[in-house]
Every structure is written in C-alpha cells, then in structure tokens.
C-alpha cells in the first residue's frame, strides 16, 4: 500500500538533546513538507522540499533542521535551539505540481521530560 | 488578519440534519482550494478539493466564491461519523504547492 510513515509515534526530549523524526513515502512524490501543530491550531509549515538535495524554510524553520537526500526520505531534527518543541508533527508529500493536494502521515507526537 | 479564517465551532447538529459553514481567505492569487477533515488526535486527510463550479461528493458539496473570498462546506443527512474538525486549505499562489490552513471548524453530530 502506497503512503506515508512517520515515525516514532511518541517522542520525548530532554534538555539541550536533539532528536530526529522520520518521514518515509513510497507514492514518488517530488515534494515533501514537515507541520508543526499546536493544541486547538491550525498547521504551520517547518520546511519542504521540492526535489531531492534542496530544501526551503518554512514559516517557522527557526530551531529546526532538515534533509532530503532520497526522494522517499525527509527527516525533521528539532534541535536544542527550539525552545518549545512540545507539539504535534506531521510530514506530507504531493506531486510537485502547483493545485494539488497534499497527504499527511499520521504523525508523531514530541513531548519534553 | 488571517491568511484563512473559520469559525472555531462547535456547531452542534442533530443526526439527520443539514449544517453549513464558510472560510474565508486573503490571498486573491490563491488557486486551489481544498477541505480537510481531522478527528482527534490524527493527522489530517483529504475530505475534498473544491473547483470553481462547485462540487459535490456524496454527501458533502463544497462551494468556491472568488469575487468574496470564501469557500464553503455544506454537509446534509449528518451522521454521528461525521463528528470531526474541518480544516479549510488555501494555495498561496506562489510558485511551488505551499499550502495554508485555517484553524478549523469542530462539528458535533448528536443522536
């Protein structure tokens, strides 16, 4: 079955630790994008990324890292630097054609100890 | 303002009934316009895209009036499974497929 994979489901980080999160596609979308969702927000874009090996700042890239090395894989890093890492993430992909929708993983949940 | 605005909710509505409710949106170069639907702590999915003519898919029609700025989600015979947050989706008209989300509308379907 074609889709998304996000992982870990949870995620907890300690003080100044980095962590990285998955995100794997097999659906040959070009273009992939990480979200970071805050109890009773809206999304707000982190990164994405149009092709493989180039990558653009979100709304809200500050404190936060990415890759795109293959075309399936874009793993999110929430460094030390994000002071308010505890949220809701989720990575989605579409074909890299303006007017199309995107489709979500079913995202992880990153909590501080 | 916002990019995209909704009426936080909860729109309460009885099974059976017919319940409707707007989004509006700032950016007159939007091109694609979508309505998403997320249940409690999942991710968001695809309920509709939403075309300039207006559509329909089962249930649920959806509505676009560019000269307003506005969409619309028109959901008739509501079921209990129908309980969720609709979330309403605008392109920004730049290059590439970014997207914005409103905040959400929360719809409550009671027996």
């Known amino acids: 079955d074609g889709g998304i994979t996000q992982s870990p489901k949870y995620l907890f980080r300690k003080e100044g630790q980095n962590v990285t999160l998955s995100c794997e596609q097999n659906?040959?979308?070009?273009?992939m994008y990480w979200y970071r969702q805050d109890p009773g927000q809206g999304l707000r874009l982190i990164y994405y990324s149009q092709i493989v090996n180039d990558f653009q700042k979100g709304d809200i890239a500050e404190g936060y890292s990415v890759s795109r090395e293959k075309k399936e894989s874009f793993p999110l890093t929430v460094t030390s630097a994000q002071k308010n890492p505890t949220a809701f993430y989720l990575c989605a992909s579409s074909m890299d054609t303006r007017n199309q929708p995107q489709l979500f993983g079913d995202g992880t949940r990153l909590s501080i100890l | 303002r916002k990019e995209v605005e909704q009426d936080p909710g909860p729109f309460n509505v009885p099974e059976g009934a017919t319940v409707a409710f707007n989004c509006t949106y700032s950016?007159?170069?939007?091109?694609?316009f979508f309505w998403y639907r997320q249940d409690c702590r999942k991710e968001p999915k695809l309920l509709m895209s939403v075309y300039s003519s207006g559509n329909e898919d089962g249930r649920f029609t959806a509505q676009l009036n560019r000269a307003s700025q506005y969409i619309s989600l028109l959901i008739r015979d509501s079921k209990l499974s129908d309980s969720a947050t609709y979330l309403c989706v605008v392109n920004r008209g730049a290059a590439g497929n970014k997207l914005t989300f409103g905040g959400g509308t929360r719809v409550l379907v009671k027996p």
């Open positions: 659906l040959n979308h070009d273009a």
């Open positions: 950016n007159s170069a939007s091109q694609s």
